[in-house]
């Protein structure tokens, strides 16, 4: 079974950083995982923030690029997001969540993700 643990979330003032992990177990071996970021506020849809592929390639929303970095660190099977000049709209629950990756694909609809983790909150604020 896979399981999803995110930690790292916090308060951070505007314009500071925040590094959030993702400790990912119960990975099938010599299967490849998609995984992402997403974030979610209250009365609003969850939405993918960075996704990574098993060999690395990146995407962003075009509301984080240049700000938000994501990796992997495939020996420890984390996945991280680093958060740069945060601003106070990147206050949100923030969920890792994977995909099996099948045929190199990765999917960026929330309903592809097969298993999550159970989020943690980044609040940016004065």
């Known amino acids: 079974e896979v399981t999803l643990v995110e930690s790292g979330g916090g308060s951070v003032q505007p314009g500071g950083s925040l590094r959030l992990s993702c400790e990912a177990s119960?990975?099938?071996?010599?299967?490849?995982?998609?995984m992402s970021w997403f974030r979610q506020v209250p009365g609003k849809e969850r939405e993918e923030v960075a996704g990574?592929?098993?060999?690395?390639?990146?995407r962003y929303a075009d509301s984080v690029k240049g700000r938000f970095t994501i990796s992997q660190d495939s020996a420890k099977n984390t996945l991280y997001l680093e958060i740069d000049s945060a601003k106070p709209e990147d206050t949100a629950m923030y969920y890792c969540a994977a995909q099996v990756e099948y045929g190199g694909n990765c999917y960026k609809s929330r309903h592809a993700f097969s298993y999550w983790g159970q989020g943690t909150q980044v609040t940016v604020s004065s």
């Open positions: 119960g990975f099938v071996d010599g299967s490849a995982y998609c």
């Open positions: 990574i592929r098993s060999e690395g390639s990146a």
